[in-house]
């Protein structure tokens, strides 16, 4: 087979993609390079602040194997104006990339894969928001011929997406609530891609499970199974701003904590829930209610800090928590994730241990390990992150 003066054999051709550089003979001008690895970005990152005092931008890189050999992803770099932002080196890689249809995290490509790479680029505090950004892969295929294993790819390139995020009061008031799962390196929601209706939506890339200790420190004391051993149970749930109630589920039975449901159908697996538009299409999900909690109904207008319900255990849900995200379009799932950032809370403290010593806690009732900050750390106008201990006004 000849390409451009140059032959290949067809075979090798048809497996590697060749991994080779040619320059047409027509075209001397420009040179044309096979990229067996095809790089997008389908949801451009919107910067938001961070409890942590830095804006963050958090989107995914869609790498699309094209080629019937296996690829090892050694290191990715996120490139603005020339400058690197962040380096992803071969254990981050594995770390952060997630093959289409799975929850594991792999660093290589299979022959013809399509996955997605996680990313969550913290800026340092008062750097300049970027215009657009770039990625530069670094590959090898050992299937490869010599010479030819080691390459370097770019791509990927999006301009950031610079509309105002949602500013929101609290859901909840009160103290000691656990930011389980917040955005923005928690697998559980921030990777939770799923291919609804046609494309491949991450409607929970900013979601987070509010959780609740006592004055001892426990997720529950009692026994496991009983509802109202939970602190968090019967919380009173709060408008986060004057806004119109979208849809209303009310109904679903709690479920007993410390099991997890099973056929649970897609349209049930937030249980009780309501989903507010907050306008400049934005909307707030709230699930798992508790049944015949919920205040309000289709069509109605709600105003900052009304009380809609009480946080329960229906649908998909294992303890009772509230579930809340905010998205693009008024559906939980065939939806895009877009940032918030609240008006005022108070860090009180932090998971020491992260997310296996929260596991353990609400698994086992034993108190869960905090390092206190102190004082507590008033924060205004951000996104609580991962795994802190938050304060709400008492309104």
């Known amino acids: 087979m000849k390409i451009a003066g140059i032959s290949f054999v067809a075979p090798l051709l048809l497996a590697l993609l060749t991994l080779v550089a040619y320059t047409p003979i027509e075209r001397a001008e420009a040179s044309e390079n096979m990229t067996p690895l095809l ?8 910067p938001f602040m961070g409890s942590d005092g830095r804006v963050h931008l958090v989107y995914e890189l869609d790498m699309n194997n094209f080629s019937s050999a296996e690829i090892a992803v050694e290191k990715v770099e996120v490139i603005s104006d020339g400058a690197t932002l962040q380096t992803l080196d071969t254990a981050a890689v594995a770390g952060r990339l997630q093959p289409g249809g799975q929850r594991d995290s792999t660093g290589t490509l299979a022959r013809s894969t399509r996955a997605l790479l996680f990313f969550n680029v913290a800026l340092a505090p008062g750097a300049k928001i970027p ?27 999006t301009t950031v997406d610079r509309r105002p995020v949602a500013l929101i009061g609290p859901p909840l008031r009160g103290m000691r609530y656990i930011s389980a799962d917040s955005c923005c390196d ?3 929601h921030t990777r939770a891609a799923l291919p609804v209706n046609g494309r491949a939506w991450v409607a929970q890339r900013y979601a987070v499970d509010w959780e609740q200790t006592d004055a001892s420190g426990r997720i529950y004391a009692g026994p496991r199974e ?5 602190a968090i149970f019967g919380q009173p749930v709060l408008a986060v701003a004057d806004a119109l109630v979208v849809s209303v589920i009310d109904g679903e039975p ?29 909307y707030a999900l709230y699930a ?4 015949g909690s919920i205040k309000v109904r289709s069509g109605e207008k709600v105003h900052l800090g009304q009380v ?17 995200q905010v998205t693009d379009g008024p559906s939980s799932l065939s939806s895009n994730g877009f940032p918030y950032e609240i008006s005022e809370f108070q860090v009180t403290g932090e998971t020491a241990g992260g997310t296996k010593a929260f596991d353990e806690a609400e ?25 802190l201990i938050v304060s709400f006004a008492d309104r």
Do not use: W
């Open 39 to 46: 790089l997008a970005v389908q949801d451009a990152p919107v």
């Open 288 to 291: 798992h209610m508790q049944p």
């Open 131 to 157: 215009v657009e950004l770039e990625h530069r892969v670094s590959l090898r295929v050992s299937a490869a011929p010599p010479g030819h294993q080691e390459f370097e790819e770019s791509g990927g390139k």
């Open 226 to 230: 009983k509802l109202e051993s939970y």
């Open 254 to 282: 709690e479920q007993t904590p410390g099991n997890y449901p099973t056929n649970i159908p897609l349209d049930k697996a937030d249980g009780n829930c309501i989903i507010l538009d907050l306008g400049n299409h934005r």
């Open 308 to 324: 809609i319900g009480l946080v329960g255990d229906t649908g998909n849900s294992i303890v009772p928590h509230l579930h809340f």
């Open 363 to 387: 698994s086992n009732g034993t108190p869960l390990p905090i390092t206190p900050v102190v004082p507590p750390r008033a924060v205004k106008q951000a996104m609580p992150l991962d795994q």
């Open 186 to 188: 928690a697998v559980r």
